[in-house]
């Protein structure tokens, strides 16, 4: 089955721009999605179909996809977004997650 | 108001084998376009998704632990069944059941948009 990399940690201050990476082999034959996940919580979807937000996502959230690579960005970050965030795209008849990347809020 | 609750036992010992249920309510998995996965996360480490049973009582496994894998479910009492054999250590984790709402003919282009809260698993002698 195909892997999805992600960058295991990013930093961001408030109010700034967090950019997460999301590289496949196969990426460019799916849609992806994000999910974002708090300590001790349950993932939530934040982004599907590339660049889509479920209600009640706030606009700082937005995706994108080109080729190979798909990418979710948080614009005006802020302390409530510090979380692990994930990619998940499908392969063949599977969903693939992605290795996971930890947004820090310093 | 959609839910999905995670049911199983705390604590397995190697080789044995592990049943869990999704108990969910809100939804009906007889209606068309509805699916419900398994996803796991052993601790500290990224989710992995395990299989999921569609509207048409279909099963998708993941490639890799498929021979141990086997999903199915009870339309009439909203509940979905996973089981997987021969347990080990690496298997410790939070499983979660998740829904999908397929916009398609087919779960394999949607999400997972609303998670339960998982259960964790621990296999130890």
């Known amino acids: 089955s195909s892997e999805l990399t992600q960058p295991p940690s990013v930093s961001v201050s408030p109010g700034q721009t967090a950019t997460i990476t999301c590289s496949g082999d196969?990426?460019?034959?799916?849609?992806v999605c994000w999910y974002q996940q708090k300590p001790g919580q349950s993932p939530a979807l934040v982004i599907y179909?590339?660049?889509e937000r479920p209600s009640g996502i706030p606009a700082r959230f937005s995706g994108s996809h080109s080729g190979n690579t798909a990418t979710l960005t948080i614009r005006g970050t802020q302390a409530m977004d510090e979380a692990d965030y994930y990619c998940?795209?499908?392969?063949?008849?599977?969903?693939?997650f992605g290795s996971g990347t930890k947004v820090t809020v310093l | 108001q959609v839910t999905l609750r995670e049911s199983g036992p705390a604590l397995v010992k190697p080789t044995q084998t592990l049943t869990l249920t999704c108990t969910f309510s809100?939804?009906?998995?007889?209606?068309?376009?509805?699916?419900v996965s398994w996803v796991r996360q052993p601790p500290g480490k990224a989710l992995e998704w395990l299989a999921f049973?569609?509207?048409?009582?279909?099963?998708y496994y993941s490639p890799s632990l498929r021979s141990r894998l086997s999903i199915s479910r009870d339309a009439s009492e909203n509940k979905v069944v996973l089981t997987m054999t021969n347990m080990d250590p690496v298997d410790t984790g939070t499983y979660y059941c998740?829904?999908?709402?397929?916009?398609?003919?087919?779960?394999?282009?949607?999400?997972?948009?609303?998670w339960g809260r998982g259960t964790m698993v621990t296999v130890s002698s």
């Open positions: 196969k990426l460019g034959d799916t849609n």
């Open positions: 179909r590339d660049i």
């Open positions: 998940q795209a499908w392969d063949s008849s599977s969903y693939v």
């Open positions: 809100g939804f009906s998995l007889s209606t068309s376009g509805m699916c």
């Open positions: 049973i569609d509207w048409e009582n279909d099963e």
């Open positions: 998740a829904r999908t709402v397929s916009s398609g003919g087919s779960c394999l282009d949607d999400p997972l948009n609303l």
